[in-house]
């Protein structure tokens, strides 16, 4: 069954919309300026607030390693997401600090080019200035025949399409932000219907 990761959740509101929901992911923007950022303290009570079965992937671009160290080691998140330039140096680095797993984003524009890296997944996305969220799709062809890690995929996903991207790839699991909002804010309705569709198209 293909999982399903629930990205940009900032208020209380919509950690009990993802309790209700019970997406396998949720994820933490740790990208001060961005209009999801969340402080890490918040991160921390939102994760006690989350259910024991959800995991939290806390997204960074181009941070410091230090400060992904610290949020890890204060058992904040599972999952570490690199959502800019971080090169494998950077990655390798990064592993031998924290036991946390690592998603490497990959911007999908007029072709696909994935750098060698030790990161545990990839996240593919469209190209875009705000680095995700953008709600743009790409072509899921260019990656439907990739096979070397497992991936998300991400991109303008929403109830109305992804039936039909998971006709053309089958990906590790599936990541949604700004289609699962209504006026700027997570829309509990929607995350509840993303999850159900994804889970009764992917049963098998």
Known sequence: MVKVKICGLRRPED????????PDYVGFIFVEGT???????????????????IQTVGVFVNARIEKIVAICKAGIIDVIQLHGEEDATY??????QVDQEIIKS?????DLVVAP???DY????????????????????????Y????????????????EEALKVVRPYAVDASSSLETDGV????KMQEFVAKIREVTHD
């Open 15 to 22: 950690i009990e919309a993802a309790n209700a929901a019970k």
């Open 35 to 53: 209009k999801r950022y969340v402080e890490p303290i918040q991160a921390a009570q939102f994760r006690k607030d989350l259910a024991g079965d």
């Open 91 to 96: 990655i390798d680095q990064l592993k031998g």
């Open 106 to 110: 990959v911007a999908v524009g007029d």
């Open 117 to 119: 890296n030790q990161a």
């Open 122 to 145: 990839l996240l593919f996305d469209s190209l875009s200035p705000s680095r995700g969220g953008s709600g743009k799709i790409f072509d899921w062809k260019m990656v439907s025949a």
């Open 147 to 162: 096979q070397e890690k497992p991936f998300f995929l991400a991109g303008g996903l929403g109830v109305e399409n992804i």
């Open 186 to 189: 997570k829309d509990p309705v």
